[in-house]
């Protein structure tokens, strides 16, 4: 929400352009909890959502996915920064038998550490799968010792460790946080939205090929996000 508690932030920002493409609907933004957006959209409360979701095949089953991406959610490691010289990237941290601290399984996280040791079974990560935990909990629970990173999105860490006014700036000395990849982020519509679904998809690749998702990325990333896509 910005200033005047409008919805605001990328995925927004390119929804409302795709809105300006397709005069025919009339979009409205209505602010709600994750939980409450993808149990919306899913019933036929909501017609379409975007909170920075990736694709699963769980995820595949209930919504339509447009073909095109709406952007990218660089996702990685928040270690202790001791460790930030011998532990510099995923392989680093799994060679070392270093321990993330536990995600819920029905977190798409979950599911990109489990891609991960699938792809390498000689040095998989170690994860315990959890239901529920405050973030500060998982920033504690690296500097005692108790885990050994925490897997999360970059632009959570940014926003609660390294800005100026972060809740958790007191840790900024002590943490470190190292990038995995980028990955796909999409809109999710519901399942009877069929023709809806090819419009937006229509018109985010237009937008992709006018520039303006990249210019939108470095507005709100700092950088075009979507070119670290399937890098490591």
């Avoid at 979701?53 to 996915?65: D, L, S, V």
């Avoid at 977190?107 to 489990?114: D, F, P, S």
């Avoid at 050994?148 to 958790?168: C, H, Q, T």
């Avoid at 990849?181 to 809806?196: F, G, Q, R, S, W």
């Amino acid at each position: 929400m910005d200033d005047n508690n409008k919805s605001d932030g990328m995925e927004v920002a390119v929804m409302k352009e795709v809105a300006k493409k397709l005069p025919q609907y009339e979009f409205q933004f209505v602010p709600t909890s994750d939980d409450d957006l993808l149990i919306g959209v899913e019933s036929g409360k909501y017609d379409i959502g975007t909170k920075g979701a990736w694709k699963t095949p769980a995820r595949e089953k209930k919504y339509i996915f447009p073909k095109n991406n709406i952007a990218a959610s660089v996702i990685g490691v928040t270690i202790r920064k001791e460790d930030a010289n011998t532990i510099k990237n995923l392989d680093d941290f799994a060679k070392a038998g270093k321990k993330l601290v536990p995600i819920a399984p029905q977190n798409a996280q979950y599911q990109v550490i489990e891609d991960y040791n699938a792809a390498h079974p000689d040095h998989p990560v170690k994860l315990e799968a959890s239901e529920n935990f405050q973030v500060a909990d998982a920033y504690t629970w690296v500097l005692e010792g108790r885990y050994d990173g925490y897997f999360s999105i970059e632009l959570a860490y940014k926003k609660n460790v390294e800005a100026p006014d972060a809740p958790y700036k007191d840790f900024k000395d002590k943490l470190s946080y190292f990038r995995y990849k980028a990955i796909p982020t999409y809109t999710v519509i519901n399942k009877n939205d069929k023709e809806l679904a090819e419009q937006v998809d229509k018109a985010l690749g237009e937008l992709k090929q006018e520039g303006k998702i990249a210019e939108l990325e470095n507005k709100y990333f700092g950088e075009e996000v979507s070119k670290l896509i399937d890098v490591k």
